[in-house]
């Protein structure tokens, strides 16, 4: 009978040894004992970026990306996007089951009666340039609310950990919008406790002088499904940030405000704002087969918004936004850009560069234009992101917490630098010496 286990001979002593295999994994660690003699440190594994090294153990997502599946605690994302909510669907994550009539009502009055800010916040947010990018600030607005809430440093205690959670989920819109409003010189808004999620995120962002705003359905259920659709996505770049920083206990305001700070490059949650502006620079359809030409050629960019690390399949979320695009323009107007985008993916999918390299529209190629159609400005676009990802980086955080075999993350080194040698001070390093300069001397 075949043996759950793998056999590895190594060469340079002639050793054999067996490792055992579970999920179709071995453990790192057990190839430490394979050493060439007793100094030998033993063997370690080399992944640079992590390409085929699992960090933890998950119950939360899965993902084929042969064969472009989403699942969040096993609900298929189309169900998802198509039945729940973006509150129901965060708390599935943090919870792992669908919530009952009882525990929904519970959930949706604490991460409503939560959206207030600090009015110190307030301060924070004026405080930056009036042309700040809204992701960098942020960052810093996370990062910053841990000072307000110093209890959320006793991650152990799930009394603490479920009251930050409220209140990351409940303040991100709040200030996603200050950051908004800020750029454009326009008065904060506060959060309306009557309105949905995503209902009272576009209050907050585009009310005038209405006595109260009523959003529009078809952008607040476009909003909810986008923010549904980018929730969680296992083990991506920052919700590896997030659980590495957590890992050390430090507070959730802090590790996620780490986590948006690795979603906020243009490989990660950037690339949607990434896409608009390659669209813009393309101009017009005709331009298209010149600008794929380039990309192949790697004399331009890459095209952003194709490709994925996971999925060598369509995304299945890229399926379910162009779906919601068409709802988008019959409110606001085609988006020209989506004329230029659909070419792009005509003539890429039968291009055998992207073919042979299984290179497909991700979740970001169409995100960007119906977000603009929906009149956020780009730099808003990783920010919407955030709001839709923090359920997702919480309940990696706190899966991180509770998993028995989690320590502080710490990965090894190959280390190719110098040998050890001895300090030269500066006189003898060589080279001409620097003329001896004088400090200025202030006009009298
Ligand atoms: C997402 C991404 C970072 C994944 O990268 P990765 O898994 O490290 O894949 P690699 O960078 O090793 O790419 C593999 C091959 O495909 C090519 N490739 C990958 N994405 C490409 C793209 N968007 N356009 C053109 N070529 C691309 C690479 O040049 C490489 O070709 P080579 O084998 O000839 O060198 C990458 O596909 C990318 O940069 N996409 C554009 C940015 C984007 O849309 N990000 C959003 C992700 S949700």
Request: neutral net charge; charged residues 25%.
């Amino acid at each position: 009978m075949a043996k759950n286990t793998l056999s590895i001979t190594d060469n340079r002593t002639g050793k054999t040894y067996e490792l055992p295999v579970t999920d179709d994994t071995i453990k790192a660690i057990d190839l430490r004992p394979l050493k060439f003699d007793d100094t030998d440190f033993g063997l370690m594994s080399y992944d640079p970026a992590f390409t085929n090294t699992a960090s933890c153990r998950s119950q939360i997502t899965f993902i084929d990306g042969d064969r472009g599946i989403l699942w969040y605690r096993g609900y298929p994302i189309e169900q998802l996007a198509e039945m729940s909510t973006f509150p129901e669907t965060a708390y599935l994550l943090l919870h792992g089951e669908l919530p009952t009539q009882a525990e929904y009502e519970q959930w949706i009055y604490e991460i409503t009666h939560h959206t207030f800010l600090h009015e110190n916040v307030k301060k924070l947010v004026e405080g930056f340039r009036y042309d700040a990018h809204p992701m960098g600030m942020l960052v810093s607005t996370l990062a910053a609310l841990s000072t307000f809430y110093p209890e959320s440093k006793e991650v152990r205690d799930p009394e603490v950990r479920r009251k930050q959670i409220y209140r990351l989920i409940a303040k991100t819109p709040t200030l996603a919008a200050f950051a908004y409003r800020h750029s454009r010189g326009l008065p904060y808004v506060q959060p309306d406790n009557d309105l949905s999620y995503a209902g009272n995120f576009l209050n907050m962002l585009f009310r005038m002088s209405e006595v109260s705003y009523e959003p529009n359905p078809v952008l607040e259920k476009a909003l909810d499904v986008l923010f549904i659709l980018h929730a969680d996505h296992e083990q991506n770049c920052s919700a590896n940030a997030m659980r590495s920083v957590g890992s050390s206990l430090a507070d959730p305001y802090c590790s996620s405000a780490a986590a948006a700070a690795a979603l906020y490059g243009p490989l990660h949650g950037g690339a949607n704002e990434a896409v608009l502006r390659m669209l813009h620079e393309i101009g017009t359809v005709k331009n298209v087969p010149k600008f794929i030409e380039k990309v192949k050629t790697g004399e331009g960019t890459r095209l952003m918004g194709f490709g994925h690390r996971i999925y060598k399949n369509y995304d299945p979320r890229a399926k379910i936004i162009k779906q919601i695009a068409d709802q988008v323009f019959e409110v606001m107007g085609r988006n020209p850009l989506l004329d230029i985008a659909l070419e792009l993916e005509r003539i890429a999918l039968q291009d055998d560069y992207f073919v042979k390299r299984k290179l497909y529209p991700n979740v970001d190629f169409y995100s960007g234009i119906i977000y603009q159609a929906m009149g956020f400005p780009v730099e808003m676009f990783p920010v919407l992101f955030a709001i839709g990802r923090m359920p997702g980086w919480l309940a990696q955080w706190q899966e991180m917490l509770l998993d028995a075999e989690q320590k502080i993350a710490r990965p090894r080194q190959v280390y190719t630098g110098h040998k050890q040698r001895d300090y030269l001070p500066l006189e003898r390093r060589g080279g001409v010496p620097e003329p001896e300069r004088k400090p200025a001397r202030a006009a009298t």
